[in-house]
DNA sequence: ACCCAGGCATTGG
DNA sequence: CCAATGCATGGG
């Protein structure tokens, strides 16, 4: 970004503090999957940056998070931007990013965990730090859910960008335009044969219509599933016609960031996961990789995250 | 041409 | 309860 931009206009208003992660606590290795595809215009991340255009209430405020401190000592300083209101909306700010960037989750009971867990164990050291990104919301992660579903995530994601830039607010400061994910009421609007322009089926394109309007109406409330136990979140989603087992679980698991939030079905986990690192020579099956998970729980969509860390570690050197 | 890609709903044994 | 099938598109 420029700093030879002219000064933001007086509509604008500026907020800064700090907020200290339970250490450890890596930004670079947690935010990093929001960077796993190219193009990525809602989540960016750079080198010790996160940035998002948050929306707050009927407003959007822009949150630029950098790492100032270590590992150990992790400190993350905070800037906000966004039109001039009171400051109220800013604990409202700090609450999203605690949660999307997993400030406050303890790593340490894990961390016990997978010292004796074989396959765990390895994957720690390099890792250290790394907690479990999400969503700012369930609608945002059950969409991408959908899209993701049975194409491969390069496609979901270019489809993603399509999304965002047809329906998500834009807010343009210091010359740079930022997008937001696009509100449920906008989906809920849409009529499903005309989403399909999105290169998408009918299928999904009705889905991304129906989750729109479930949150809209207040079928599904992002508070309430907030309350909810796993297993109970898991049956309310999959109510909603185009979500299975797997989007619901990938929704506890993104969306909510649940540390045991388990996919067992993932193509991820009964075929990279169980041949990368457990060592299976055939594609398991969902049973397999559920009774397998047993041992990590309560951490057992934690240690998935660390799975992938390995796996991308490995594939991108 | 064919198969696979971080599924889902539907149908038929 | 399990197996087979169509769906949309893009890359190998």
Not at 10 to 17: A, D, E, L, R, W
Not at 226 to 233: F, G, Q, T, Y
Request: glycine letters at 6%.
């Amino acid at each position: 970004m420029s700093n030879l931009s002219p000064p933001a206009p007086n509509t604008m208003s500026n907020y800064q503090f700090t907020l200290v992660p339970t250490p450890p606590y890596s930004l670079d290795l947690t935010a990093i999957r929001f960077a796993r595809f190219k193009d990525e215009i809602v989540d960016r991340v750079q080198p010790k940056q996160y940035q998002r255009l948050l929306s707050v209430g009927e407003r959007f405020v822009l949150a630029t998070v950098t790492d100032g401190g270590s590992i150990t000592k992790p400190q993350l300083h905070v800037e906000l931007q966004g039109s001039r209101k009171s400051n109220l909306e800013h604990p409202e700010c700090a609450a999203q990013l605690r949660h999307i960037l997993c400030t406050d989750l303890d790593l340490k009971p894990f961390y016990r965990l997978a010292r004796t867990d074989e396959v765990l164990a390895p994957l720690i050291a390099p890792a250290r730090g790394l907690k479990l990104p999400a969503s700012p919301t369930v609608f945002e992660s059950l969409v991408m859910a959908v899209l993701s579903q049975q194409v491969n995530l390069n496609f979901a994601y270019s489809i993603k960008r399509e999304l965002v830039e047809t329906f998500g607010e834009r807010q343009t400061i210091a010359g740079e335009t930022y997008y937001a994910f696009p509100r449920p009421e906008r989906f809920a609007e849409e009529n499903a044969e005309d989403m399909r322009r999105f290169r998408l089926s009918g299928a999904k394109a009705a889905t991304l219509v129906r989750l729109g309007q479930a949150f809209a109406a207040g079928t599904l409330h992002e508070e309430e599933l907030r309350r909810l136990p796993d297993e109970e979140v898991v049956e309310r989603l999959i109510q909603i016609k185009g979500i299975g087992r797997w989007s619901a679980e990938i929704a506890l698991l993104r969306g909510l960031a649940r540390v045991d939030a388990f996919p067992g079905g993932d193509l991820g986990v009964v075929k990279y996961v169980a041949q990368g690192l457990l060592g299976k020579e055939e594609k398991a099956t969902e049973a397999d990789m559920r009774a397998f998970a047993e041992r990590w729980r309560p951490y057992r969509g934690l240690a998935l995250v660390y799975c992938y860390a390995e796996l991308l570690r490995r594939s991108s050197g």
